[in-house]
């Protein structure tokens, strides 16, 4: 009888079958993904999965981890018990990364190009010399911006992070983390040529071009045309800043788009910033005209084409313990007084004062006070020159109080006059009696008439919180906090 092999007989790898499937769900961004995740076999009821570095841990796990799950146990069945991930040495290689997708395979034959150094000196970039990875405070609310971003450093024009696109309100630490790409090139990767422009200024060089071939003159034009051209298409790795202020140049937005696939198809690095995710811009296609006033920015459709697969990741307003740190780190050569340099920290750290950037204004401005003035800054002091004298009125009554301390609890004003005696109603009742009694001139009776409660009531419930902040630092700790919320 002849040996005959039939396809049944073939054995496939469980990662090519699970890699199969993730492809067919998967946007163009998450297949290229996986091109840089490597499978060590199954062994122990976990498979071994690796990855090149920190960022794409931490991706995967968040955008991928529960896909994965799904098909390694459809594929490996009930031996299935999770996934590992280690990351790989700068000299190892994936033991086995999935079959090229067809559409890939000619841009994988073809050597990433080399930089060769040219006589002309590159433009020199417009930098904060404090801008870098290493003062950029981390914490849960950038972490995965800041990995993204040093994987782009390690590794320029990766197809998984091209182009990278950071988002998210002013002051949050965008230009700090693009500059910081920039910085980091400039001193390990010496022959790469970089361009940094804010849109503003690419809108505006565009616009020369534009406006002298409009009047006419040729020469001109050819000449700014050649520059530009010399500038942002000889350059290999390209930064934006605020991607939002194009809005008004559409011819501009074309030019960008083109610069991008450009940059994409010769495996070049493109990182923008932006104040809004992509999908939030309002798509304005050929021909059509931006409604005026509109409420949503507008951008091409030929723009947000070429940025919709992007890798897009987001800042928010960082969390209590990173406006912590970044105060800690940017207030070393500020003389607070030792024994409240902490106590300051924190009271810098509360709302509103989220935005980084206005904690770098506020911090300078103390640092200010205290060498032209000579005043000594300790936490009173602080809490003064903060103090807002509009605010006196709104700052300290039964009702600004107590509104503040039901958000806090995330509860609400009802559920404090109420005659509930939950500790989810109890607890931050007591505590905005007692800073009522605190911050307000209010009689006890007063104090006690906006909770439906009597004057006994109210000096019982005072003692009660003293005792029990007495016992639980985490509840004095918490107390203090909203008292420096309201003198915020």
Known sequence: MENIVSLSDVVVSPWQS????????????????????????????????????????????????????????????????????????????PVENGAARPELQ??????????KPVARRFPRL??????????????ESNSTALRACEAVVENPGDKGLNPLLIYGASG?????????????LLSTKRNCRIVYRQAYDFLRECCAIYDALRLKKFDEANELEAKFEECYKQCDVL???????????????????ALIRKFRDENKQVVLTCDRHPSSFK???????????????????????NIGDCVAIGLVEPDINTR??????????????????????????????????????????????????????????????LYSPKN???????????????????????????????????????????????LTSESLENVGKFFNRDYATVIAAIKSLTCQMDKDEALARKVKDIRYMLES
């Open 18 to 93: 699970v890699l199969e499937q993730v492809r067919q769900v998967c946007n163009n961004f998450g297949a290229v993904f996986f091109d840089a995740v490597g499978y060590e076999g199954f062994s122990d009821g976990y498979a071994n999965l690796t990855v090149p570095d920190k960022f794409r841990e931490t991706w995967l796990n968040s955008h991928y981890g529960d896909l994965l799950r799904k098909l390694f146990s459809q594929v490996l069945g009930s031996d299935f018990i999770d996934y590992k991930i280690r990351l790989l040495e700068p000299s190892e290689k």
């Open 106 to 115: 000619v841009a994988r034959s073809v050597a990433k190009p080399v930089v």
């Open 126 to 139: 417009k930098l904060y010399s404090n801008y870098t990875f290493e003062n950029f405070v981390e914490g």
């Open 172 to 184: 949050l630490g965008k230009t700090h983390l693009l500059q910081s790409i920039a910085a980091r």
């Open 239 to 257: 930064l934006i800043d605020d991607l939002q202020l194009l809005e008004s140049g559409v011819k501009t937005q074309k030019r960008l788009a």
């Open 283 to 305: 798509r304005l296609e050929e021909g059509m005209k931006p409604q005026k006033n509109s409420p949503i920015p507008y951008l091409s459709a030929n723009l947000l084409t």
């Open 324 to 385: 912590m740190g970044l105060i800690r780190k940017k207030s070393q050569d500020i003389p607070f007084a030792s024994k409240d340099r902490e106590e300051i920290c924190r009271f810098l750290s509360m709302p509103p004062r989220a935005n980084v950037r206005l904690i770098e204004g506020i911090l300078n401005w103390l640092k200010a006070m205290h060498t032209l003035n000579g005043v000594e800054l300790d936490l009173d002091c602080v809490k003064q020159l």
């Open 392 to 438: 006196e009125m709104a700052a300290f009554t039964v009702k600004n109080i107590s509104e503040t301390v039901a958000m806090t609890f995330n509860t609400d004003l009802t559920s404090l006059s109420s005659n509930r005696q939950d500790k989810a109603a109890s607890l931050p009742r007591k505590v905005a009696m007692f800073l009522c009694r605190e």
